[in-house]
């Protein structure tokens, strides 16, 4: 019989790349997803025309209220990739107890059901870089087009102190720290990605979340774009197909990943700041984009870059993907997929 995962958030932008990446590799995979992430249903067609597809179910359900289906699911599958979340910083300021709600609450209902299930599948969750905070204690210097961090540090490791800003910074928290000690406290096999910020094919960004594809999309159809703070803050690109190979890795060496937490971004080789990025845009594409300015928002980290060392020794996964190599490869899914993103960003 073949493996089986469920996928919540499954047709949203990293779950529909981690639902493909499975089916090609002969797992079942059931989706579980609320569809309320506007243009998801672009995914769905994508998926459902995929040759695997006869190995797909997509089931409709929302992770805070739909408890019995959720049971039923985790009852049946080998592993949960859990990805259902609210995902923009923004909405969580505007709206806290939806966002509490859907990450935290959600979280701890996945977390239940695999309890609650007889074969205790691999649970993996996908937590977010934001539970260090802005760290403040770190030395970070002011360059010209960048910030850098100083006092001879690379990246940032595991052991830095959570210092949850923003309530989806505090509701990812939460659900990190729950899905941590439930390996602990129920010896449930779980695994904590913090991730750094994802891009790729298939990501519909817009100006609260995917901020790469968002600008790469607004310069396509020359929609305007505004950058908050000075443009010198950096963040380290991990390309979609890189992070599902970490999800496909811890699986295989759950032994040693069980009950781990682990920083997972593109590293020092492949952060930019926006300016950086910007100048790509324009070198590589021809894509240039004049932002209205406006003051930077509040959680946002001056800088992050994952220090991925604990991941790559604990599994030999390694990032593969350069930023400049992945960005080509994004926007020629842009260019590609144009007349049916017309659509949705009209
Ligand atoms: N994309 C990134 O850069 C990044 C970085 C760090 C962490 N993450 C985390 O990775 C996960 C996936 O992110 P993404 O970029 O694919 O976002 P996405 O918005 O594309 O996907 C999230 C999916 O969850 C679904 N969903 C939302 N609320 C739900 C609910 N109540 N019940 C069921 N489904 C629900 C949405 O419809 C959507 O399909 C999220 O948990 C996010 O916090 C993403």
Redesign the pocket.
Known sequence: MNKRILI??G?????VNAAERFLKDGWSVDI??????KG?ELNEQYLKALPASKNLAIHR????TDHDLLEKLCDTADVVLH?????AVTTSVTDPRTDFD?NAL?TFNVLEAVRASTKKPIMIY?S?NKVYGSLEHLSVIEQENKYALGGGLRAVDENQPLDFHSPYGCS?GAADQYVRDYSRLYGLKTVVFR?S??YGHRQLGIEDQ?WVAWFMIAAMFKRPVTLYGNGKQVRDLLFVDDLVEAYVQAVAHIDKCSGQVYNLGGGPENALSLMEFFSILEEDFGQKLSPAHSPERPGDQPLFIADNGKFEADSGWQAKTNVRDGLKKLHQWLTDNKAMLQGFYK
């Open positions: 919540t958030g047709v949203g932008f990293i779950g579980f997803d609320n569809f309320s992430r998801v359900g929302d992770v805070r990805l259902a979340a609210q995902v859907i959600g996908a977010t990812k991730q910020c994802i995917g």
